[in-house]
């Protein structure tokens, strides 16, 4: 069974940065996709950046480009959302996902990941 656990969460000013982690444990299969969500209350859950497990291939939706970076510590599959220029509309609790890779590519459909951790919230004011 995966588990994942997100921390790196806080409250900052508008401009500032975080760095949000998801630690990884438990067997994962050798194709893979991971992402972070982010979530406000009464809305969907919204993939923010997508990486293709154990590879530099990576997606962004339009809102974050520029400034967003998903990455991974390989050897131990930590994911990692460094946030930089945080705007007030990035606020919401955010989530790490696992889910299997279907193609190619990792897309950012909240239905696509089976796995997720608990969630850590960014609060950004202006």
């Known amino acids: 069974q995966v588990q994942l656990v997100e921390s790196g969460g806080g409250s900052v000013q508008a401009g500032g940065s975080l760095k949000l982690s998801c630690a990884v444990s438990?067997?994962?299969?050798?194709?893979?996709?991971m992402a972070w969500f982010r979530q406000v209350p009464g809305e969907e859950r919204v993939g923010v950046a997508t990486?293709?497990?154990?590879?530099?291939?990576?997606y962004y939706t339009d809102s974050v480009k520029g400034r967003f970076t998903i990455s991974q510590d390989n050897p131990r599959k930590t994911l990692y959302l460094q946030m930089n220029g945080l705007k007030p509309e990035d606020t919401g609790m955010y989530y790490c996902?696992?889910?299997?890779?279907?193609?190619?590519?990792?897309?950012?459909?909240?239905?696509?990941?089976?796995?997720w951790g608990q969630g850590t919230q960014v609060t950004v004011s202006s």
């Open positions: 996902a696992l889910g299997p890779l279907r193609s190619n590519f990792c897309y950012t459909g909240a239905q696509l990941y089976d796995y």
């Open positions: 438990g067997y994962v299969a050798s194709a893979y996709c």
């Open positions: 990486i293709k497990g154990g590879h530099s291939k990576t």
